[in-house]
């Protein structure tokens, strides 16, 4: 059964929302039931979707990345990931997409980018061992933010093989844009969970790509910097990154991404001016960051002309988020997706933070939307599980576009002209460091790369031989350009 094939039945009381519990399996119900299956494909019709005419979206995923819980009072909730997946069934946008249930990552795929210790204490540790295993909880950064919690193992290794599983698409040619909203885990360093992330599925994706592509521009739009890859790839030039984040040293996390970090001081070093930062403070707005990275990330592709993106697509940078202090709505942020699409260059999309789970998911759908260039409706599907979830005023009255400063606290706007136009200034500055970088010989390759790339090329050919076998079975023209069928 394809992942994108059940649906669960919506809940009747407010509980599901406060607890932000995952739904029992007596819950679910089969989208091909005849009632249902004919909504969806009216929206389907309604708003105009179909598969894009010279290009391939995929969307990868696993059901059982939703059951993990990080423990009732913390603000990662993988319930947001449910509540994603409903509106983009509910809308059909699963049928302009190649969708695919993703397996888990191996071991030795983590292993491209993490240190063999450090995943084999993810695999073994359990919160019945806490109270034995204290020395290794400090050396690997296990705390408050970064819980022991049951299934542990399980929830790295299924975001990351969708993950992984993404960029292999991007590799062998069967997608254009594939999107993965259980990954784009930032923080997660070689050796050490932090904030919120244990193992760094974005890391080991691009290390996927760099085995056809020369060069990868990575950009994240998360509230917070992006440290965990920006480390990663400090030491190479095959790897640019650039992260719009809040930026306060003292009092929000990482600290890290002031404008001045621009990789290693030693300009010998082949990573040098390959990190761009855009701290930002709190309260900027929709035409503000719509400028700023129009602006900026338009340089960088200038500069450093890439062969493939990576977009981290944090929604903690939305309005009325929890954690963040932005006063984006969703359309802005959705911008960030149009503006790295129209490229027209491999686009593998990513998750991230995101902690007001009713605007992580409105965002999540509006962007895979955008990728499959579909204008939806602004009123939600009326058979949207979990309806309550966006149900009334302060939830946003079931619009998928609503106006967030109203629904939400709008933080006071710290910034000026100045501000930015400075940023822009020490961005160009230092981009004219890359100038003509990519028309050199890429001089440093990710660790494992070459050993490993003839035996996996073959496991990708024989892999894409039977997903297009398995496609051309089952495929039905429902979503195919000029036709909806209404079975």
């Not at 890859?229 to 790897?239: L, P």
């Amino acid at each position: 059964m394809s992942v994108l094939t059940r649906m669960p039945v919506p809940s009747l009381g407010p509980s599901i929302v406060q607890e932000y519990g995952r739904p029992s399996p007596e819950a679910e119900m089969d989208v091909d039931s005849p009632t249902l299956q004919d909504k969806i494909l009216l929206q389907v019709d309604l708003n105009g979707i179909e598969r894009p005419k010279d290009y391939n979206v995929s969307f990868h995923y696993n059901n059982d990345v939703e059951s993990h819980h990080f423990g009732r009072h913390h603000p990662m909730k993988p319930w947001r990931l449910t509540l994603t997946k409903q509106l983009v069934l509910s809308y059909g946008l699963q049928y302009a997409m190649d969708c695919y249930e993703t397996r888990a990552a191996s071991k030795e795929e983590l292993e491209l980018f993490h240190k063999s210790d450090y995943l084999d204490f993810l695999e073994s540790v359990r919160p019945k061992d806490i109270g034995d295993r204290q020395e290794q909880l400090r050396q690997y950064n296990f705390g408050d933010d970064c819980p022991v919690f049951d299934g542990l193992w399980e929830y790295c290794t299924l975001y990351s093989g969708a993950t992984v599983d993404a960029a292999r698409k991007l590799v062998n040619g069967q997608a254009d844009i594939a999107i993965n909203w259980s990954g784009g885990l930032h923080h997660a360093k070689k050796s050490e969970a932090s904030g919120f992330c244990y193992v760094n599925d974005i890391v080991v994706a691009i290390v996927e790509l760099l085995r056809i592509h020369p060069r990868i521009l990575y950009i994240d739009i998360d509230v917070h910097h992006g440290d965990g890859v920006e480390q990663a790839f400090a030491s190479t030039d095959r790897v640019m990154t650039l992260s719009y984040h809040k930026y306060n040293p003292e009092d929000f996390f990482p600290g890290t991404g002031g404008l001045h970090e621009t990789g290693p001081e030693n300009p010998n070093n082949p990573g040098a001016h390959h990190s761009l930062n855009v701290p930002l403070k709190d309260g900027i707005d929709d035409d503000e960051y719509i400028d700023l990275f129009d602006t900026v990330t338009g340089a960088a592709l200038a500069a450093y002309r890439p062969s493939a993106i990576v977009l981290q697509c944090g929604a903690d940078s939305l309005g009325g988020d929890r954690l963040g202090r932005f006063n984006l709505n969703i359309r802005a942020h959705g911008h960030c997706v149009e503006y790295v699409k129209a490229t027209r260059l491999p686009l593998l999309v990513l998750g991230g933070g995101g902690y007001t789970a009713r605007n992580v998911a409105r965002v999540w759908c509006h962007e895979t939307s955008l990728c499959v260039d579909a204008e939806l409706n602004n009123v939600l599907p009326s058979h949207v599980p979990y309806a309550q979830a966006f149900t009334g005023v302060e939830h946003g009255s079931m619009q998928l576009y609503p106006n967030l400063s109203n629904l939400e606290v709008r933080h006071p706007n710290q910034h000026d002209r100045r501000y930015f136009e400075n940023i822009k200034n020490k961005i160009a500055e230092q981009l004219r460091y890359v100038k003509g970088a990519p028309s050199v010989q890429m001089r440093e390759i990710p660790p494992n790369l070459l050993g490993l790339r003839e035996e996996l090329d073959e496991e990708i050919k024989e892999e894409r031989a039977a997903e297009d076998a398995t496609r051309r079975k089952k495929e039905r023209n429902i979503g195919g350009r000029g036709e909806h069928r209404f079975l």
